[in-house]
Structures are given as structure tokens and as C-alpha cells.
């Protein structure tokens, strides 16, 4: 067996990272363009559908050889979860800025940490707690409520990220029982399934180019998943998180240049704030590991 150590490289890792954010940045940009076009379940619908046809080699052996009953409940729930959110992100990309969808996402790791503590019984350290309050102070300056009006497609993208650190908490006890690419492709077909009725009932005959740039966002969403994965599996998330925070200057960048959108300091500064305290938290629990394993 290999030892981890040989096979850490932080610049391979980091390459990686750099590769997914922008090809979730490409993702928000190619949703961003298809605006108010389609309905945001039928948009939503056409992109999972496309994207499953990259996940079938994963799926169809899956499926064959079989999945316990407990682990199919798992799945089921994420994917209704992750249905809501996914039909909630895309209404607000329409919405919104392109910048601000991505800060405002940033809450998802935060959550995620929150409902452990709530619902997984996970302690909370003081350091930890601390860092949290940066996040949500992150995000109130990203928002700004009393200051402006809070459009729907805000209230939207912070109901998104409630439902994705929700279906991402389930993620993370399915992970210990199949492997993570039979996660994905479980996901991808629980979610097709669950948007097919909603698209259904408010379904537009879409254009050749809406669809071709659907199956753009399928093709870069799949590519940054992928990205990310070899990311995780070579380099450890204190490296790699950091990276993560390029995401919204390149989305700044994407909304100036290509949206005529405005630059928002405050959603820089408050997105700032957010990836700094998630960084935090990682690098301290990656700490605290390190010291158990040599207890």
C-alpha cells in the first residue's frame, strides 16, 4: 500500500481546485444567460436529464448489483431535498447577480456545520462558533437587509443553500456506505426524477441553442465535480479551500464583463469574510485530526 504522503502534491491540488471553480463559474455564466427564458424546473430538468448520460457508466453497475433498503430511504430524501434547492438555485441565478448567487452560497459549508451540531450531536468549540459568526456576518454584509431590499431571487438562493447543506449532510452518511461517484450518480437520477412533474406542468418547448447551452452546464458541472474530487484526493482542504474564494472574483469578473453587472464591494468583502472563516474551520479541524491520529 502507498503511503498517503507520497502521493500528496499541493500544486497538482490546487491546478485542480483553480479547474473547478471555473467550471462552476462557467455553470452560473451559461444559467445567467438562459435568464427568465425557461422556468427554473424545466431549465433545471433539462440539465440533471443531460447530465445523468455522463453518469450512466457509474449508475447502470450500481443499480445491478444492487443497494440496501436503508441506503435507497438516504438517497430518496437527499434527492427530494436536493430537488428543492437545485429548482430554487436556478430561479435565483436568473434573478440576481452572478457574484451574488456564488457569495451567497458560501453559506452552504457554514450550514452544513450547524445542522451537525443540531442533528449529528457534533461539538461546537468556541474557535469554531466564533468563525461561524464571521460567516453569517459575512453574509448579512453580502445581503445587507434594512440597507436594500431583498429581492426574491435572494431570498431564493439563501433557501437553496438551506436545502443543499441539508441534502450535503446526507451526502456525508451515504459517502460511508457507497462509493462517492455512486453518490453522484444517485443523485443526478433522484433529482431528474423528482424535477420531471414539476417541469411537466410548467413545460416550453426549448430552443435548439437553450438546450445546447443546458448541456453546457451539465458538461461543466460534471467536469468541476470531477475537478474537485482529484482536488480533494491529492491535496488536503487546508490547501485547497483558499481556492475556493477565486470563484467570486472570477464571477465578479464574468458578471462585469459579460452581463454589464456591477462590482459590489460589499460582496466581496462580505463573500471575504465567509470563505476566510470556512478556511478557518478547516484548517482547525484538519488540525485536531492530525492530533488524534497521533494520540
Known amino acids: 500500500m502507498s503511503n498517503p504522503a507520497q502521493t500528496r502534491n499541493d500544486i497538482s491540488g490546487i491546478l485542480w481546485m483553480l479547474t473547478a471553480g471555473l467550471c462552476f ?29 455522463f453518469l450512466l457508466p457509474v449508475l447502470l453497475p450500481a443499480i445491478r448489483r444492487g443497494l440496501p433498503a ?25 434573478r440576481i447577480t452572478v457574484a451574488e448567487v456564488t457569495a451567497i452560497g458560501y453559506l452552504n459549508p457554514i450550514l452544513v456545520t450547524i445542522a451537525a451540531t443540531l442533528f449529528l450531536g457534533e461539538r461546537i468549540s ?21 440597507l436594500r431590499q431583498l429581492e426574491p431571487g435572494h431570498l431564493s438562493q439563501i433557501g437553496a443553500s438551506m436545502f443543499f447543506a441539508c ?9 460511508q456506505k457507497v462509493p462517492a461517484a455512486v453518490v453522484v450518480a444517485l443523485l443526478s437520477l433522484t433529482v431528474t426524477i423528482g424535477l420531471a412533474p414539476v417541469a411537466a406542468l410548467v413545460w416550453v418547448t426549448p430552443s435548439p441553442s437553450q438546450v445546447l447551452t443546458l448541456g453546457l452546464t451539465a458538461l461543466c458541472a460534471t467536469a468541476g465535480h470531477y475537478a474537485m474530487t482529484r ?7 487546508t490547501v485547497t479551500q483558499p481556492v475556493t474564494f477565486l470563484q467570486l472574483l472570477w464571477a465578479s469578473l464574468l458578471g462585469l464583463l459579460v452581463f454589464s453587472e456591477p462590482v459590489d464591494i460589499w460582496v466581496l468583502v462580505g463573500g471575504g469574510l465567509m470563505i476566510g472563516s470556512i478556511c478557518y474551520i478547516t484548517w482547525r479541524e484538519a488540525g485536531l485530526r492530525g492530533r488524534a491520529a497521533k494520540a
Open 231 to 237: 482536488a480533494f484526493a491529492i491535496a488536503p482542504l
Open 126 to 146: 468556541w474557535r469554531r462558533g466564533l468563525a461561524i459568526g464571521v460567516a453569517l456576518a459575512g453574509a448579512m454584509i453580502v445581503l445587507r437587509p434594512g
Open 167 to 175: 441534502s450535503y449532510l446526507i451526502a456525508k452518511n451515504l459517502s
Open 70 to 94: 436503508a441506503v435507497w430511504r438516504l438517497v430518496a430524501v437527499r434527492g427530494a431535498l436536493h430537488t428543492v434547492a437545485v429548482i430554487l438555485w436556478f430561479f435565483a441565478m436568473a
Open 25 to 53: 463559474v462557467a455553470v452560473n455564466g451559461s444559467v445567467r444567460w438562459l435568464g427568465t427564458s425557461l422556468p427554473a424546473p424545466e431549465a433545471a430538468f433539462i440539465r440533471f436529464a443531460l447530465g445523468l448520460t
